[in-house]
């Protein structure tokens, strides 16, 4: 029997000298793989403001202007398992390139939702590393 449930996330794509911000999923369907920093709107927020705040949340950057990339919500499916059971993720987003930001980033998580962030070179990344939604972007962006 498959599971299936929805999540619906805003999601920063950043890039700085030709490498791709990423972060370490600490948990989750994604768990293990790299993710694009993100996640879901708290009630009463504005999809920007939500940016902001998981971006800051997970990488310890500060959003100074950000864009949407597509006008449209982005909706993917995603097979995974979990003790033995098989789940089907129905995975809505909307994609947001931050073009300017300051700060530093983390690379130690609060092992919450992240497991710390890192730069990587898009040659450096594979189907196998990545969430569905990386894979996505880069894709979608070639």
């Given at each position: 029997?498959?599971?299936y449930?929805?999540?619906?996330g805003i999601?920063?794509y950043?890039?700085?000298?030709?490498?791709?911000?990423l972060?370490?999923k600490a948990?989750g369907?994604?768990?293990?793989?790299?993710?694009l920093p993100?996640?879901s709107?708290n009630?009463g927020?504005?999809?920007?403001?939500?940016?902001?705040?998981?971006i800051?949340?997970?990488?310890?950057?500060?959003v100074?202007?950000?864009?949407?990339?597509?006008?449209?919500?982005?909706?993917l499916?995603?097979?995974?398992?979990?003790?033995?059971?098989?789940?089907?993720?129905?995975?809505s987003?909307?994609?947001?390139?931050v073009k300017?930001?300051s700060?530093?980033?983390?690379?130690?998580?609060?092992f919450?939702?992240?497991?710390?962030?890192?730069?990587?070179?898009?040659?450096?990344l594979?189907?196998?590393?990545?969430?569905?939604?990386v894979?996505?972007l880069i894709?979608k962006?070639?």
């Amino acid at each position: 029997m498959t599971n299936y449930h929805s999540h619906f996330g805003i999601y920063g794509y950043i890039k700085q000298d030709n490498k791709l911000l990423l972060i370490k999923k600490a948990r989750g369907p994604y768990q293990g793989l790299l993710d694009l920093p993100g996640g879901s709107p708290n009630q009463g927020e504005t999809n920007l403001q939500t940016l902001v705040r998981e971006i800051k949340e997970e990488t310890n950057l500060e959003v100074i202007e950000a864009k949407k990339l597509f006008d449209e919500v982005i909706t993917l499916n995603y097979h995974y398992k979990i003790n033995n059971k098989d789940y089907i993720l129905k995975h809505s987003a909307l994609f947001y390139q931050v073009k300017k930001f300051s700060g530093e980033i983390k690379t130690s998580g609060n092992f919450e939702d992240s497991n710390g962030a890192l730069w990587l070179e898009k040659s450096e990344l594979t189907k196998i590393s990545c969430s569905r939604l990386v894979v996505f972007l880069i894709e979608k962006l070639k």
